[in-house]
């Protein structure tokens, strides 16, 4: 990522504090004629003074990386992975990362050892959907005496996507063609014989969470029973009469992840978007960034 040059200082809110303080010693000293108020008012002042370009140099050697953001439901966390890299000689203090896109998250690391880094993760809400760009992330510091922050600014091109809100009617569309041979293939359903698990597909049902493995700390597991499927299912953004697009587009979403959840074999149709049935995680993604970058002409 692209740093700025120099890190630049700006006043706390303790440094409001301060000024009252030495102002205070100030006025006592004056009206009283203390030598012993004036040097402790000395005393202070200097050590706040001193404590300035320590507060610059504990950003120095301190660089930071963005990693990949996962893709997130609208109304859910965007997790933001990152890397803080000290590649200075000596131990950094009370650095703290902060997304000046998403309402100021802040997340902070203590101490950062000389050569070596520190992984932190920052979380924001997502409200729409469609591919965001993060900008900018600032790396701040407020060490050792907190009267005055340095920053240090760093640009980047890291991008994210959130996917429509899933909303509307759970239950798939009849709409199906029959494949050629009635084959047994692994689904949900209720009094259908256990399969197996697999990974929990976020965003759809708790229902058939395996809880029993996750109290043995184990990763969120979906229960899987044998189900004879009936065919493709075809999602059809035409076919739906809502008024709003952006219904339109949550309504698909929720049927993708109920088909998938549910193994059935699904197709998306878009304005200028057809994706062919299939099954699995890359044909899932495949449909939710489809839904996720839809843009409506005009005439719709």
Not at 35 to 54: E, G, K, R, T
Not at 101 to 118: H, L
Not at 278 to 285: C, R, S, T, W
Request: proline content about 6%.
């Amino acid at each position: 990522m692209k740093a700025g040059k120099f890190p630049l200082a700006y006043p706390t809110a303790g440094f409001g504090a301060l000024l009252f303080v030495l102002a205070a010693m100030w006025y006592a000293a004056s009206s009283q004629n203390s030598a012993a108020i004036y040097l402790l008012l000395f005393l202070l002042a200097s050590v706040f003074l001193v404590s300035i370009p320590n507060t610059l140099t504990n950003l120095a050697g301190v660089t930071l990386r963005v990693e990949s953001a996962k893709p997130s439901f609208a109304g859910d966390e965007v997790v933001l992975p990152v890397e803080i890299m000290n590649t200075s000689r000596a131990t950094r203090y009370g650095i703290e990362v902060v997304l000046p896109d998403a309402d100021k998250t802040r997340e902070r690391v203590d101490s950062i050892p000389r050569k070596s880094a520190a992984r932190l993760t920052l979380r924001f809400a997502s409200y729409h959907r469609g591919e965001h760009k993060i900008e900018n992330l600032d790396l701040t510091s407020c060490y050792p005496l907190g009267f005055v922050r340095a920053s240090k600014r760093f640009v980047s091109n890291q991008t994210y996507l959130v996917y429509p809100k899933p909303a509307g009617n759970s239950q798939l569309p009849t709409n199906h063609s029959r494949f050629a041979d009635n084959r047994v293939q692994q689904g949900i359903g209720h009094g259908d014989d256990f399969a197996g698990v697999r990974a929990y597909v976020p965003g759809e049902s708790q229902r058939h969470i395996d809880w029993k493995a996750v109290a043995r700390g184990q990763p969120l597991m979906t229960k899987e029973f044998a189900a004879e499927t009936k065919g493709a299912v075809s999602l059809d953004f035409f076919e739906l009469r809502f008024a709003n697009v952006e219904e339109k587009l949550s309504q698909l979403t929720l049927w993708v992840i109920e088909a998938e959840r549910a193994r059935q074999p699904y197709g998306l149709r878009l304005p200028g978007v057809k994706i062919s049935p299939a099954l699995g995680q890359m044909h899932f993604h495949s449909c939710l960034r489809a839904l996720s970058l839809f843009r409506p002409v005009e005439h719709e």
